[in-house]
């Protein structure tokens, strides 16, 4: 079991930036990848940015490609997500999951996942 708790959240205005951090407990050692979630209101939740947790290989959503940085301080157990010329759309809320398989990086592959941690872009 791994335990994921999301934090950084906040209200930022469009073209604003936020760093988003995941502290990660438990068998960590088993997870393949980690990953971050978007889901808005009403809609489903959709992949943003995940990476290997060996180190290596990162992937983005393509709205995130060049926008958004992901990335793993190990001694910590921390996930991180850079987040920089942030759109406007009110508020979403950002999760946290790991995985321990290959595979497409859609959401009923991640088994664990945090509370999630909410952002708020005004206009």
């Known amino acids: 079991q791994i335990y994921l708790m999301e934090s950084g959240g906040g209200f930022v205005q469009s073209g604003g930036s936020l760093r988003l951090s995941c502290a990660a407990s438990g068998r960590v050692e088993n997870t393949y990848a980690m990953a971050w979630f978007v889901q808005a209101p009403g809609k489903e939740r959709e992949f943003v940015a995940a990476l290997k947790y060996t180190g290596g290989m990162t992937y983005y959503a393509t709205s995130a490609q060049g926008r958004f940085t992901i990335s793993l301080d190990k001694a910590k157990t921390t996930l991180y997500l850079e987040m920089s010329n942030l759109r406007p759309g009110g508020t979403a809320v950002y999760y946290c999951?790991?995985?321990?398989?290959?595979?497409?990086?859609?959401?009923?592959?991640?088994?664990?996942w945090g509370q999630g941690t909410q952002v708020t872009v005004s206009e």
């Open positions: 999951a790991t995985r321990n398989t290959i595979g497409p990086d859609a959401a009923p592959d991640y088994i664990y």
